[in-house]
């Protein structure tokens, strides 16, 4: 759950405002903590079946077919935007370490080196043959994410509030104002990314008749959500609170000093430890979310390869196929290195869809329940809020990766 897009929850505070801000943070919370509710109880719903993969669990609401229609596009632009928007933050991060360790004079380096850096590790975890393969660079990911999480809100309490501080929107315009503001919607969404595996990962607890998966499975959302609070909140609301809207997209990158620590919080984005590939290898937590996001594409195309097309399921398939999936990641990560606006963009138009709305019209579908009961009414609010996130939030990434593009060159 915790991953990157936490480090844009002040950004999207500075877009949103104070009032709108909070109670859209708080209004994300509940929601997300309610449709994966509802995903952990439709698990096992069907008495001695459990569907273990999100378009599973569609394919029973709508058919064989439409359910792969509707589920599979959405998980597939979710876990490749994923995948692209950390190449750009493990690029961004090594890039800001430079910046701080590097003393006067010092040969600039350009950020697409630093994304090409952050993938060549990604050419060699992306062979590693399943989940459980990366389960211990996982674990460590999940200390490495409360770790610069604490550390964003920390070091933003200790630079204290800046003397220059404003809180209004920066926009000089009204359009850039309410385009911001689409584009914040994107960046809170983007923060909310568990529903796409929680099946996956409830399909490993044990389950039985008399004690079923979902018990614990529930257990550990709370503690997850309870986490999340502790992480999101503090670092959203500090961190607004002590650069106002001149913060970065990228929290760490509005933190100077102490050199150390922010240079640990980067760290902690990018490096986590040495584990055994063919000796050593350095992992980090973007490293270990990205394997988890692409190990399903990976399945995909390699079924769709043998299954469709009659590859032979060869090591060279593998070899041929994963590569090439980085590569393009890498390319699309270099040529739009915008952090904030592809949060906005791929939160709205992928994540919304997936972690807001669709759970609730999958429960809708097989639950039935009566017309405007006090179930009826809940999901389609969630449904209609989460379809104005899925429309607007795309229009307000898109316009900021625009103006930020016209600014870059691709080699630069």
Not at 57 to 84: D, M, N, R, S
Not at 87 to 115: A, N, R
Not at 153 to 174: E, F, H, I, L, N
Not at 246 to 273: C, G
Request: proline share 5%; with cysteine; aromatic share 14%.
């Amino acid at each position: 759950m915790v991953g990157a897009g936490v480090l844009s929850l002040p950004y999207a505070m500075a877009q949103l405002g104070w009032g709108p801000g909070v109670a859209i943070l708080i209004l994300s919370w509940i929601i997300t903590l309610y449709t994966l509710w509802q995903m952990v109880e439709m698990h096992e719903m069907v008495p001695g079946k459990r569907f273990d993969r999100y378009h599973e669990l569609g394919q029973h609401a709508f058919g064989e077919k439409l359910g792969l229609y509707i589920v599979v596009p959405q998980q597939l632009i979710v876990e490749v935007g994923v995948c692209i928007v950390y190449m750009v933050t493990g690029g961004k991060s090594l890039h800001k370490v430079h910046e701080l360790l590097c003393k006067e004079p010092c040969k600039e380096i350009k950020l697409s080196y630093f994304i090409m850096i952050f993938a060549s590790v990604h050419f060699v975890l992306s062979h590693l043959p399943n989940f459980n393969a990366i389960a211990g660079v996982s674990l460590a990911a999940a200390v490495m994410s409360l770790s610069y999480s604490t550390i964003a809100w920390s070091a933003s309490v200790r630079k204290g509030v800046q003397p220059d501080v404003a809180y209004g929107y920066k926009a000089k315009t009204a359009a850039g104002t309410v385009f911001n503001f689409f584009s914040a919607l994107g960046d809170v969404a983007f923060a909310y990314a568990g529903h796409n595996v929680v099946l996956e990962i409830q399909a490993t607890i044990p389950s039985t008749p008399e004690k079923p998966s979902k018990g614990p499975m529930w257990r550990g959302v709370v503690v997850a959500y309870i986490v999340v609070a502790l992480c999101y909140f503090p670092v959203a609301l500090i961190g607004y609170w002590m650069f106002g809207n001149k913060v970065e997209d990228n929290i760490l990158l509005s933190l100077e000093k102490p050199t150390w620590l922010i240079v640990m919080a980067n760290f902690f984005v990018v490096y986590l430890r040495l584990a055994i590939i063919v000796s050593l290898l350095i992992s980090s937590h973007l490293f270990a979310l990205m394997q988890i996001y692409a190990m399903p594409v990976f399945d995909m195309i390699e079924t769709l390869l043998v299954k469709k097309l009659n590859f032979s399921p060869t090591r060279l398939l593998r070899f041929v196929v994963r590569n090439l999936y980085v590569a393009f990641t890498m390319f699309i990560g270099i040529t739009f290195p915008f952090f904030g606006g592809l949060l906005g963009f791929f939160g709205g138009f992928a994540f919304a869809p997936t972690t807001y709305f669709l759970p609730c019209i999958i429960w809708l579908a097989i639950y039935k329940p009566r017309k405007y009961s006090l179930s009826w009414c809940i999901n389609w609010i969630c449904i209609v809020l989460g379809l104005c996130l899925m429309i607007l939030s795309p229009i307000g990434g898109l316009r900021q990766i625009i103006l930020q593009s016209k600014d870059y060159k691709f080699y630069s």
